[in-house]
């Protein structure tokens, strides 16, 4: 319907997920300027509807096969309701359910579709984002023309809080297509990340290492500094790769989302994964070689100090 | 099993990007490309299939892509059984274009199970896995951290934030977007690299291209700000770490 | 005389039937080798190094504690043969037998009687030796850890058999009137005394006795030999004649023939490395000398070799090792099983040189751990910080993994312009290396070189983006295909510039250009920065005023071991007037700091205590308070080493450049690193 927004919910069966909140903030403001309503499509239990209070209308696809996420259900329902809604822009997320969803509806629903996309502006029916491409070494203002388009929005570019009104949304049901019953995935097993280690998630203050630190041997230097500081480790994807700190360390997109009031990067280049978990620290101090890491631009301090030289004294400084 | 493994060419990030002179698109021309890494991941784990299941693992890139044969030179000696350069569409980093031609060679030569990243450093309109599955009408996942033979089909395991794991059954064919493999890429020796360029048999397939998905204009392209950046502690290693020890000591953070 | 023609005759067709054998069996093994090209070309050189490490036994004289002795033993065996002919004289031919023509000269007799005696004494001191040095007491620390120690007691007590046997029936010969010499053979008399109260008939059933012992033991031992480590008085003559000649140091050996992957070590092998691993006496020095082994890693290239012998011999016959097993011999704990020798020693090495370097019989250490190495890299078998860094280098070109562009960027605040040797002829090519170019440390002291270099007019320019790693520790980790291709790349730079000579910063880049690119059809003169620079400070160009410092100087191993040259950067410091005072391990003897064969990127196996912090503590127990470098992968390594052993107020790294750049006149503007 001409000027709607439509926000794909994503939820783990019991609470709708912050990127959601983002997106149905952005979707709020979207829809005001393109003269339509902020919709979200809810598959799974329906009793979620209630904590959507920032939607206009909740259109939602109920059935056994939504309730875990399953790439081919949800996109057997997207497809349905964006048959039934036909609106303006969806916007998704560019987590998992975003890179499994996003583009196979831009084919299967012939809409053009902006990835990574950092910003989205509406005016007199004209949409543009502004995307991330290269490892956010350059950013691309694409039009959105026509009837129909998707965004996919990098995590954290809108604050979840405008998206959690307390209104009462219209609740539109779309029946499940047929071809949820004839699906040719299932779930097997869902396994949790391993407990038991330090919650980053929950730290003041955190020590994290990237793919500058080069060897294990190195981590340990670092670990030394985390222990001065009676601080965890976190890492960016790189380390965990290589086995030099479990998962539950992992800081960005696919790993946690941390908010400390202090992070200390140590051979963090940047890349725009590892910045979605972090960039809300209320202080960044990043350290790398590189002068030109895009660290740098969210960072509030940064050096190019060898990291093998400044971790040994940052050591000897704060340890106690 | 039949895997097909697509394999993309990007820019080498290390290098310094350009824009062309209308500034709605990279300047390719002094560009040094390499293998999108996740591609190179997907690789890895199509062949680790192999190697546990026996496979027939086919390396597939656009004849049009700027340096393919490299990569799939490289691809063979890794342990690729064979090698297709797919022509039949222009140079082209859009991947609504890059699935709609893809569709169309495995439209002509089938696949048991195509494996490709589950993204790629220059996509714009989309990531290839879910489009070129769309195409094919065939069941997809996207951010694959395992892919296993098993009953037929194949189990993967798909992660999402926080390290959450689905373990999924999926009905063969079949499209994955792997985001790692279980272990890091292996490296092909040179020497096997040009035994493989000597021995030629990169096969060219000319593809009839499905119709593409709309895509986004581009307006102009341009490099992030640097208006937020960083104030930059100089001076010895002593001197730095003076300074971050007093931030954080203003903060109350650490103690003393 | 019956007895003992049947008896001696049935010793003497035994011990040669069995030793006979089992040398034919070991000429198979060795001869079904992989082929090694090249091995007999040079003979003049071949014939000189028999004679100076065979005859001269040149090489055992660097520990001439125990290099002395065994010189008079071997010595004394030559002239020993001697006696062998006049045993077998004795027992074949008549109780009178004489060597023809010589054979009652006084001389003779006392020389073989001045070298029984010499041998006797050689054997006590390498008693000595063996208790004092005894894995038992000095566990790893000891040159004999691993080694076959009772084989050694076996082969000591043979040979003091040999002489005391040899001596006896010498003696009753004396007394039974059958000894050719007179007075002069004065052992043999002075036993004779003590013999002759037993009267003639006791005295002539000693002799009969003692001489069939004689041959007895000498046949034993000859067989003995065969079957143990004393093999080396068969093998090195031939080793030594076979080795790479000058030496097995500077560039790599012959490439062997390319082999399938997965083929098996020991099938792996030439026939000249299985001609080491049969060679090799186990005396240690190599395990002494090497930093793997002393910083705790797995790798000894003693127990290298022994074990890929041990390997050959079992895959050789599938039963016929025989070799005489005591103590752990085992350096390869947690190997594959398919694996003789485990990655973890094949990756432990530097390629520093220093067993080649010590060892007596030529093996060939580094060659064969490279071409093991080789084999781990084409099955990919290769760490991942050491998978990053090939990468990086197939694909930018260089180590680190940046951009080509990025290479010159160091010069941008030089204030002026370096030419660029593409684009204007230069007298000097200077070959920057990854280092010195992309590591902001040393960019500091790439800086002041070109500043020294300027300021002393010299005509240089470099290959800016065009240069690409000198590949010298690709090649060493074992990717030859990569080393091959940066060659090439570089070569076609060299050839779009015009100059007259090349200078290198890193040694390693020295090594390679000089010894290895001449294959790939480089033409010109290469030499190390510290020659540049110890000509520049002999013309004069750079003005000086002595610095009255006390400094101790580290040869890299690459350009003292590898290429010989200790002398240029001794003479820049007599040149600015610094006082040297050498560490222990200096010279062709310097301790490697660990970083060579691409050990830079590795990070295991797990070290004790790293080989550059065991070389600042040398360096700080001779009394100095500045460490001199010439390589930019010492600097590195030892401004690390200095720290992490908290030396930071006894010592400080320095390198050569910034030792002219303190001396010279006018002063200039220092940049701190």
Redesign the interface.
Known sequence: MGGNVLVLAEHDGKQISDATYELLGAARDLAAALGGQAEVALFGPRDLASQLGGADVVVSVDHPALA?????AYEQALTAVLAERSPRLVLMST??AG??????????W???????VTKLEAAAGEI??T?Q??????????????ER??A?VVGGTYPAAAGQGAGTPEVVEVAPPAGLDR????????????GGDVDITTA??LVSVGRGIESQDNVELVQELGDA?GVPLSASRPVV??GWLP??R?VG?????VKP??Y?AFGISGAPEHLEGMRDA?????CNTD?GAP????????????LF??VP??T???G? | MRIVVLMKAV???????E?TADETG?DREFL?F?VSEWDAQALEEALLIKDAAGADVVAVGLASDPDIDQALYTALAKGADSAVKVTGGEETML??DR?ALLAGYLAAEPADLVMTG??A???????????L???LGQ?????VVAVEAANGGV?V???????????????LP?VI?V??ARQ?P?????????QAMQAGGLREVTAAAATA????????????E?A???????????D??????D??RD?G???? | MLVRIIVGGVIVLAGLGLAGTRLAWLARLVRSGQPAPGRLADAPARVTAELAEVLGQRKLFKRWRSGLPHALVFWGFLILLFTIIEALGDTFLSKDFAIPLIGHSGELGFVEDLFTVIVLAGLAVFTVTRLVESPRRRGKSSRFYGSHTTAAWITLSMIALVMITLLGYRAAQVNTGHFPYGNAAFASHWLAGVLKPLGTSANSGLETGLLLANIAVIMGFGVFVTYSKHLHIVMAPLNVAFSRRPRALGALGELPA?APAATPQLELLTWKQRLDALTCTECGRCQSACPAWNSGQPLSPKLLIMNLRDGLMSSGTGSASDTVHDGDSNGTDGAAETAVISPDVLWSCTTCGACVEQCPVDIEHVDTIVHLRRQL??A?Q?E?AV?QV??AD???GNSF???S?MRARWTRELGFGVKDARKEPVRYLWFVGDFASFDERLQVLSRSLARILRDAGVDFGMLFDGERDDGNDVRRIG????F??LAEQNMEAFRSATFEEIFTTDPHSFNTLRNEYPAFGLDKPVMHYSQLLQRLLGDGAIGVEPLGMRVTYHDPCYLARHNRLTDPPRQVLAALGCDLVEMPRNGLNTFCCGAGGGRIWMTGPEQAERPSESRIREAVAVGVDHFVVACPKDFVMYTDAVKTTGNDDRITVIDLIQLVDRARRPAPTLETV
């Not at chain 1, 699906?183 to 391993?194: C, D, G, I």
């Not at chain 2, 820019?11 to 990007?17: A, F, G």
């Not at chain 2, 998905?213 to 992030?224: H, L, N, S």
């Not at chain 2, 937020?228 to 002593?238: P, R, Y």
């Open positions: 875990e996420y399953l790439p081919e987590a998992t890179l499994d969803l996003g583009a196979a509806a831009a084919v299967r012939q809409a053009p579709l902006a990835a990574a543009v984002a995307a491409i290269l490892g956010g070494k350059v950013l691309a203002e694409l039009e959105l023309p026509g388009a998707i996919a699906l040719r995935m299932s779930l097997v097993q869902v396994t949790e990340p391993p003041d203050l500081l790769d290589a998962k539950t992992q997109k696919s790993g946690l989302k009031k202090a200390l209320d202080l960044i101090i990043a002068p660290i740098f631009d969210v960072a509030h301090y940064g050096t190019t100090v060898d030289d400044l004294a940052l000897e400084k704060l106690r | 820019p080498d990030l290390v290098e310094e990007i824009l990279i040094k390499v991947t609504g699935a589950v993204q450093a220059d996509d714009i309109d989309g990531q290839l896995p879910p489009m599955a769309a195409h069941p997809h996942v996207s951010v189990t395991r798909q992660e999402f934030a926080g390290g959450l794991v689905h373990e999924l059954a999926v009905q079949a977007g985001q790692a890091a292996r490296y092909a020796p040179i020497t096997r690299i040009r998905a709309p895509a986004p204009t581009v307006r102009r392209m341009f490099r992030p640097q937020s950046h960083a104030q930059m502690l100089t001076g010895s290693a002593d730095v770490a003076t300074a971050i020890a931030l954080l903060r953070l650490v103690k003393g | 390319e890299v084409d990919g290769i991942p998978r090939l990468q197939a694909q930018q993994g940046k951009s562009r990717e030859e295909g990569l091959q291709m």
